[in-house]
């Protein structure tokens, strides 16, 4: 990068990944000013398939900060998982073994819209 600009904030954060958008828009909820920097750029991070799937603690901290709507209204759930092997294949059902806990499917460049 040969063009340098001087940015004054309390916080930087350092990734774009779910983690860090989650921390920056906390931090701005509580009126603490941050900026969000990530090695790759806006195109790059959108056109990456990255941070897939999100735990159902994740999706629950989401909601107790308001951040959760999106991702409940365009992804959607994974309950199951399906091991295969040459002669069989094995499903868990872990959406019920864990008390309907499930995965959430969105995609990281969703995330960042």
Same mark, same amino acid.
């Given at each position: 990068?040969?063009?340098?600009? %001087?940015?004054? @904030?309390?916080v ?6 779910? %983690? ?8 701005? $909820? ?10 790759? +750029? !806006?195109?790059?991070?959108?056109? !990456? %398939? !990255?941070?897939g799937?999100?735990?159902? @603690? ?14 409940? $209204? +365009? ?7 399906? =091991? !295969?092997?040459?002669?069989y294949?094995?499903? =868990?059902?872990?959406?019920?073994? %864990? ?8 995609? $990281? ?5």
């Amino acid at each position: 990068m040969t063009n340098s600009t %001087a940015l004054k @904030t309390s916080v930087c954060i350092l990734g774009s990944g779910p %983690a860090g958008i989650v921390v920056g828009n906390i931090l701005l $909820q509580n009126g603490i000013d941050c900026i969000i920097a990530d090695r790759y +750029n !806006r195109e790059e991070i959108y056109t !990456r %398939a !990255r941070a897939g799937v999100l735990e159902s @603690t994740t999706v629950d901290l989401l909601k107790k900060h308001g951040l959760a709507d999106t991702i409940l $209204q +365009n992804g959607y759930t994974h309950d199951t998982c399906e =091991f !295969r092997y040459p002669d069989y294949s094995v499903v =868990f059902d872990y959406g019920k073994l %864990a008390d309907g806990d499930v995965h959430y499917i969105y995609p $990281q460049s969703n995330l960042n819209d």
